[in-house]
């Protein structure tokens, strides 16, 4: 079945300590989104991909950078995690948009702790 | 700018019995998109049903139904015969398409529990 694969599922890393979440997609989608979403909220959008066209939401911080070597693949490195980055990433991807708004599909996330 | 309101924050309900999730959004746009997602507790978004401005038509899928009224701009939706297995979060979204491309705006989120 075509999906979107997020591993680790669950990741725990040091405050300060460099860490990456990586999603992968077999749906051969053009956009892919990176979102973070903490307790008893809705998700955030970070960034996304469009293509090899990246776009950084206004509010996100530096802290959090984004890479996508191929169409299949897409990676969310935290520079420097705080404890206030403790929260699920999620990733998710849709079709390309030409003046339709296609559903996006997610990935099932990975939950960050933050020591 | 874009807003989705989901007045219900938490909903309780016995098993078989229907219950229906608000959702309110704000657009100045003519040309948008209606979605629902639903987040069990694995955490994954289920993608449910999309909706576009123009399709006023309500839908229904076996238990799930969905009432899309513009004058009233909302889009609900009905669980029928509710069970254990539908309690998540219900997520409705609105996206528009403009330079930024096709960001989804989510509101706050319905958490469902069905009791047996």
């Known amino acids: 079945d075509a999906m979107v694969i997020q591993n680790p599922r669950y990741q725990v890393t040091q405050f300060g300590k460099p860490v990456t979440l990586s999603c992968s997609q077999t749906l051969n989608h053009n956009v892919m989104y990176w979102y973070q979403q903490k307790s008893s909220q809705a998700p955030k959008l970070l960034f996304h991909?469009?293509?090899?066209?990246?776009?950084n939401e206004a509010d996100t911080p530096d802290n959090f950078q984004s890479r996508r070597p191929n169409t299949s693949f897409c990676f969310l490195d935290i520079r420097s995690p705080g404890l206030g980055d403790a929260a699920m990433y999620l990733c998710?991807?849709?079709?390309?948009?030409?003046?339709?708004?296609?559903?996006?599909?997610f990935g099932p996330g990975t939950r960050l702790t933050v020591t | 700018a874009q807003k989705v309101t989901q007045a219900q924050t938490e909903i309780s309900v016995v098993e078989k019995e229907d219950v229906t999730l608000d959702c309110v959004y704000e657009?100045?746009?003519?040309?948008?998109?209606l979605f629902w997602y639903k987040q069990p507790p694995s955490g994954e978004l289920v993608f449910l049903i999309r909706?576009?401005?123009?399709?006023?038509q309500n839908e229904i899928s076996g238990r799930y139904s969905w009432n899309f009224q513009k004058s009233t701009s909302s889009f609900n939706f009905t669980i029928t015969a509710s069970q254990v297995v539908d309690s998540a979060v219900y997520f409705c979204?609105?996206?528009?398409?403009?330079?930024?491309?096709?960001?989804?705006?989510f509101g706050g989120g319905t958490r469902l529990m069905v009791k047996p």
């Open positions: 998710a991807t849709s079709r390309e948009w030409t003046g339709v708004s296609y559903e996006q599909y």
């Open positions: 909706r576009n401005s123009f399709d006023e």
């Open positions: 979204a609105l996206s528009v398409i403009n330079n930024a491309g096709n960001m989804l705006t």
């Open positions: 991909y469009y293509d090899k066209d990246f776009n």
């Open positions: 657009t100045r746009d003519t040309t948008y998109y």
